[in-house]
């Protein structure tokens, strides 16, 4: 993914954006984890791939019946007492979106 090539593939393939994002639903620390880093280098990449990211989850949430938040509330419970690294980068994936939104002036 961090080559020049396999970027430019998950920018234009949000088909697996969306796989990585359901990911971060595993029961599964280390997959958690670690797709959560794999989204956060995907949506630094650049700034307009947080529409790409914000895309996929809309997608990923509307097949499952959920709102955005329920997964972060999901894994946020699930690993309240354990690995506080997952929420870390959970959040900083919401700050980074957030700041890639009002950059590319999606908001």
Do not use: P
Not at 15 to 27: F, P
Request: glycine content about 6%; charged content about 20%.
């Amino acid at each position: 993914m961090l080559y020049v090539d396999g970027m430019n593939g998950l920018i234009s393939h949000n088909e697996t954006v969306q796989w990585l994002y359901t990911l971060v639903g595993s029961k599964f620390r280390l997959v958690v984890k670690t797709s959560l880093k794999l989204l956060l280098v995907f949506v630094e990449y650049t700034e307009c791939n947080a529409a790409l990211l914000i895309k996929a989850v809309s997608v990923v949430d509307a097949k499952r019946g959920e709102s955005s938040g329920e997964l972060t509330e999901r894994i946020k419970k699930q690993l309240q007492n354990t690995v506080h690294m997952v929420l870390f980068y959970r959040f900083s994936q919401h700050s980074v979106l957030i700041s890639a939104l009002i950059l590319c002036g999606s908001v």
